[in-house]
T-cell receptor, first 116, second 113 residues
Framework: GAVVSQHPSWVICKSGTSVKIECRSL??????MFWYRQFPKQSLMLMAT?????????EQGVEKDKFLINHASLTLSTLTVTSAHPEDSSFYIC????????????FGQGTRLTVV | DQQVKQNSPSLSVQEGRISILNCDYT??????FLWYKKYPAEGPTFLIS?????DKNEDGRFTVFLNKSAKHLSLHIVPSQPGDSAVYFC????????????FGPGTRLSVLP
């Protein structure tokens, strides 16, 4: 099956620094990638939808300048948490849908971010 | 080697009947399970979850059953509605934070009017 690789799987950073998370589709071209955030004991919250070559569409309440999303190619999308603060500590997960089909979604393994 | 399996890639059910989606896992350390639903051109959305300390969780028309000894869980939708037609993903993790979040390949449910 299609594979989505997310890196890093965990990261610890100092408050005020920026962290970049990568999401790669390894064996298919991803038309669209989704970025989610999960708080403890809660479901995934969609943050933004990223289409290759265009600006990401952010969900209400998600700060665009805080969470920078770049989808420069059909196999790579990045999420950069800028000027991270402890409240940004969370689990971030991406998923990708394959070109020409919108019914399948492939998930990355997620990234646990801890801001100290 | 898939740790979370959904052996039925598709399922068709008549409107008003029960839909049963199955999921099997291999890692006995998983202790939190979730179901996600995905419509075409949209991201997956959370549906229902269950902790390993329970064997059943119900939310409206949706009920998830967990059989730990068999490493099997199922999602029941009663009654099924045409709007339920979507792809359903089973997911498992080692804790309810999702440190090791493993998704199944999905089952496409079609509810026929």
């Amino acid at each position: 099956g299609a594979v989505v690789s997310q890196h890093p799987s965990w990261v610890i950073c100092k408050s005020g620094t920026s962290v970049k998370i990568e999401c790669r589709s390894l064996d298919f071209q991803a038309t669209t990638m989704f970025w989610y955030r999960q708080f403890p004991k809660q479901s995934l919250m969609l943050m933004a939808t990223s289409n290759e070559g265009s600006k990401a569409t952010y969900e209400q309440g998600v700060e665009k300048d805080k969470f920078l999303i770049n989808h420069a190619s059909l196999t790579l999308s990045t999420l950069t948490v800028t000027s991270a603060h402890p409240e940004d500590s969370s689990f971030y997960i991406c998923s990708a849908t394959r070109r020409k089909t919108n019914t399948e979604a492939f998930f990355g393994q997620g990234t646990r971010l801890t801001v100290v | 080697d898939q740790q979370v399996k959904q052996n039925s890639p598709s399922l068709s059910v008549q409107e008003g009947r029960i839909s049963i989606l199955n999921c099997d896992y291999t890692n006995s350390m998983f202790d939190y399970f979730l179901w996600y639903k995905k419509y075409p051109a949209e991201g997956p959305t959370f549906l229902i979850s269950i902790s390993s300390i329970k064997d059943k969780n119900e939310d409206g028309r949706f009920t998830v059953f967990l059989n730990k000894s068999a490493k099997h869980l199922s999602l029941h939708i009663v009654p099924s509605q045409p709007g339920d037609s979507a792809v359903y993903f089973c997911a498992a993790s080692l804790d309810n934070y999702g440190q090791n979040f493993v998704f199944g390949p999905g089952t496409r449910l079609s509810v026929l009017p």
